[in-house]
């Protein structure tokens, strides 16, 4: 018995060891990893001076973002903490579901106003190849949710909305 479980332990060992190391991203197309950005150049057929532009704008939202997410993370740990105490007070879990929505709804508007500033740095072919874009991907919002020109896994709280558990979200 004993032997049967050490092969059996060694092959799903050996299976997950193959599975990570085959799961790493690697160059494409013989290039090194790129930056979204670089897609973002050639799709719209930025010049260099835009591309460093929104390049610029980009690094600085992103550390906005990076604070933002901290807050809304706080504020999300703040109503599962009002849930999880013994005694469920009304009046402190719907404030912090307020500052939990309020906080998930300044990185919304952190991001249109971003799209908004690199949308004013386009001519009118590059804003039509951004319109373009947009249609298929559903809006900034749709299926690929807001994350650059390659798509994404979804919004801030993942796939599921940040439904915090295992059980599968609504259909869409």
């Known amino acids: 018995m004993n032997t049967l479980f050490g092969k059996a ?10 599975t990570i190391a085959f799961a790493q991203p690697g160059p494409r197309d013989g290039e090194g990893p790129r930056r979204d950005g670089e897609r973002l150049k050639e799709a719209l057929d930025l010049s ?8 610029a704008m980009r690094d600085e939202h992103q550390k906005e973002m990076a604070q933002m ?7 999300k740990l703040a109503v599962k903490e009002t849930l999880v105490a013994d005694k469920l007070d009304a009046a402190n879990y ?8 309020e906080a998930l709804s300044k990185m919304r508007v952190a991001g249109a106003e971003h799209r908004v500033e690199v949308y ?5 072919d590059q804003k039509a190849k951004w319109a373009l874009h947009m249609a ?11 994350k650059g020109m390659r798509g994404g896994r979804g919004g801030f ?16």
């Open 9 to 18: 332990l060694t092959v799903v060992a050996f299976l997950a060891i193959a």
């Open 157 to 172: 709280d993942g796939p599921r909305g940040g439904r915090g558990d295992n059980r599968p979200g609504p259909r869409r």
């Open 69 to 75: 997410r901290i807050g809304a993370e706080k504020a």
């Open 120 to 124: 004013n740095l386009l001519n009118d």
């Open 136 to 146: 298929r991907a559903g809006g900034p919002n749709g299926p690929g949710g807001g």
């Open 94 to 101: 719907l404030a912090a579901v307020k500052a939990h929505s």
């Open 48 to 55: 260099d001076e835009q591309f460093e532009q929104i390049e």
